[in-house]
């Protein structure tokens, strides 16, 4: 274990792991990303969605940019990640969570490294919406490898899959990336096909992690969903071969 971080000190999360991102950041969701959507209580990190009316900070009239141009916000969340803190190329990556599987949430954790998007190779380990859960890679001129697993295959088997933990694990070396979840393999990348236009493979690079709860957009339509929602953290760890 090179790095984790067991969210066992009640309060803030740690700032040496974890920054915050500010406002309306990406793919027009609904929500407004603030740090008081975010903490720490029981062992476990919070990050609660909520439906409320919130001005946008970064407003400027007649912007064409709708992160500026949206003037304020029915919802806010968290989005934490560990940019320009903790970064890493290849490992094992775990992470024990609670997700909320309701259309109007979009939960997620996932990587980037650095540089321009998607050149610089985006990693979905765990991402639901719309009754689906993900596990994607992305590079290139916006070149995906995805899965989607439908959420009855779950309820199939745990009608309250929902209420419990789960685990979800990256696998990441020098040739594949393998996704899973509780154990079961839900997409493997082939990491000798994903190189972008200029001949460069972006997850032969540092990537950080990202943990979110989006609301919205591709989340499907909030409105009849009841707030607060949550999205928790047990622990996240990272392994790397001395």
């Known amino acids: 274990m090179v790095w984790h971080d067991e969210f066992d000190r009640a309060g803030r999360p740690d700032s040496a792991n974890w920054v915050f991102e500010q406002g309306f950041i990406?793919?027009?969701?609904?929500?407004?990303?603030?740090?008081?959507?975010?903490?720490?209580e029981g062992g476990h990190?919070?990050?609660?969605?909520?439906?409320?009316?919130?001005a946008n900070p970064r407003f400027k009239a007649g912007s064409s940019d709708w992160r500026l141009g949206w003037d304020h916000a029915?919802?806010?969340s968290a989005a934490l990640e560990t940019r320009h803190l903790r970064d890493w190329t290849y490992?094992?990556?775990?992470?024990?969570?609670?997700?909320?599987?309701?259309?109007g949430l979009w939960p997620a954790i996932w990587f980037l490294g650095y540089g321009p998007w998607p050149m610089n190779g985006e990693i979905d380990l765990m991402e639901f919406y719309q009754q689906t859960m993900h596990a994607n890679a992305a590079w290139g001129n916006n070149t995906w490898d995805a899965v989607?697993?439908?959420?009855k295959e779950f309820f199939n088997k745990d009608a309250k899959w929902g209420e419990k933990w789960h685990v979800w694990r990256m696998d990441w070396d020098a040739d594949w990336i393998r996704?899973?979840?509780?154990?079961?393999?839900?997409?493997?990348?082939?990491?000798?096909?994903t190189l972008n236009a200029d001949g460069t493979n972006p997850f032969h690079q540092p990537h950080f992690i990202l943990m979110n709860?989006?609301?919205?957009?591709?989340?499907?339509?909030?409105?009849d969903?009841?707030?607060?929602?949550?999205?928790?953290?047990?622990?996240?760890?990272?392994?790397?071969?001395?």
């Open 179 to 193: 996704l899973y979840q509780d154990g079961r393999l839900l997409n493997e990348v082939d990491l000798s096909k």
């Open 26 to 40: 990406r793919n027009k969701e609904a929500q407004i990303y603030q740090e008081p959507n975010a903490w720490v």
């Open 225 to 242: 969903l009841s707030f607060p929602r949550r999205m928790e953290l047990d622990w996240a760890r990272v392994y790397q071969l001395r």
């Open 45 to 54: 990190l919070v990050i609660e969605a909520r439906r409320e009316r919130v």
């Open 213 to 223: 709860l989006a609301i919205g957009s591709t989340g499907g339509d909030p409105k």
């Open 148 to 151: 989607g697993v439908p959420m």
């Open 74 to 76: 029915e919802y806010t």
């Open 91 to 103: 490992g094992r990556f775990e992470f024990r969570a609670k997700i909320d599987p309701q259309k």
